[in-house]
């Protein structure tokens, strides 16, 4: 079975450094895609970044990018400049062969000004 | 990003009672799904649904519990009767691909379930 876990209940940063958000998962697919997910704080949940595990190289998109490191089942998330509104929960989801997109329990971002 | 929408965002109902949930998927996307949430907590898999049919269904997806998308219309989600313990935020979600290039999950805003 799937499983996500995501270790850091919440952080706090200070606007415009850099924040790094931890999540690593257990698959016996060889083949699967991890994403996160970021929940603002009206419950909207928007999807931000995909990272196929079959791609060495660390996807990135604006501001944020992944650590990937497959031998360690690790899918970091990288925010660079942070700005108050990247203030939300976080969640790390993976998705393998059989559809389903699996969760983990997600990190409170909290970045003041 | 593509929109899903959910109708309605809060519904209030007397437990016992039936309840359908609405949900207006991305129009070109293929696969669906419901999931619930609880006080802003992990979002929990109930159930995704392609081709008219179910394809995997969770614990939480109980025997009071269905999904149709008649006429390739609205993606519903039914509870009947309804039990205090489905008292949640429910999200619908769609992709265009189960496992292809296109298999982001987009979800919609939710509709927050109220049994009293």
């Known amino acids: 079975a799937q499983k996500v876990t995501q270790t850091q209940t919440s952080i706090s940063v200070v606007e415009k450094t850099t924040v790094t958000m931890d999540c690593v998962y257990e698959?016996?697919?060889?083949?699967?895609?991890l994403f996160w997910y970021k929940q603002t704080a009206s419950g909207e949940i928007v999807f931000l970044i995909r990272?196929?595990?079959?791609?060495?190289e660390n996807a990135t998109v604006g501001h944020y990018s992944l650590n990937f490191q497959k031998p360690k089942s690790s899918i970091g998330l990288i925010i660079t400049a942070t700005q108050i509104e990247d203030s939300a929960v976080y969640f790390c989801?993976?998705?393998?062969?059989?559809?389903?997109?699996?969760f983990g329990t997600g990190t409170s971002l909290l970045v003041d000004p | 990003g593509p929109k899903v929408l959910q109708i309605p965002s809060h519904q209030i109902i007397d437990m016992g009672q039936m309840v359908t949930l609405n949900c207006d998927p991305v129009?070109?996307?293929?696969?669906f799904y419901w999931y619930k949430q609880i006080l802003g907590q992990q979002m929990e898999f109930l159930v995704n649904?392609?081709?008219?049919?179910?394809?995997?269904k969770s614990k939480l997806f109980k025997d009071q519990f269905s999904v149709e998308r008649p006429d390739g219309s609205y993606f519903t989600l039914k509870i009947q009767p309804t039990a205090l313990e489905d008292s949640a935020v429910y999200f619908c979600?769609?992709?265009?691909?189960?496992?292809?290039?296109?298999?982001?999950?987009?979800f919609g805003k939710g509709t927050r379930l109220t049994v009293v």
């Open positions: 979600a769609s992709s265009l691909d189960g496992t292809g290039s296109n298999t982001e999950v987009f």
């Open positions: 698959t016996r697919d060889s083949s699967y895609f």
């Open positions: 990272q196929d595990s079959y791609k060495k």
């Open positions: 989801a993976m998705r393998n062969m059989g559809y389903k997109l699996t």
């Open positions: 129009s070109n996307h293929l696969y």
């Open positions: 649904f392609y081709n008219g049919k179910v394809m995997e």
